[in-house]
């Protein structure tokens, strides 16, 4: 049986390197100041997605899926916010 410390982690390191790849997406967007090719609907499925996650996340006590889902979440809000201002 895995040691749930493991699975902590590696829960962590995944959520985090699935979380780290918006922030390209978010920083492009703001240094060209445009948002054309983004798909605002995908966007919000996604943040849909990433809310229900996290709730799961709450409902099964685990921290790294509530703080990486977290952390998604408020990234892909920050690029459907981008995408509103730069369109």
Known sequence: MLNPQIANYIGLIAGGLTTASYIPQVLRI????SARDISVW???ALVTGL???AVYGVLIHSFPVIITNVISLLLAAAVIA???KYG
Do not use: I
Not at 30 to 33: D, E, K, T
């Open 30 to 33: 703001l240094r060209q100041r």
């Open 42 to 44: 995908m966007f919000l």
């Open 51 to 53: 809310l229900l996650w």
């Open 82 to 84: 981008l995408k509103k």
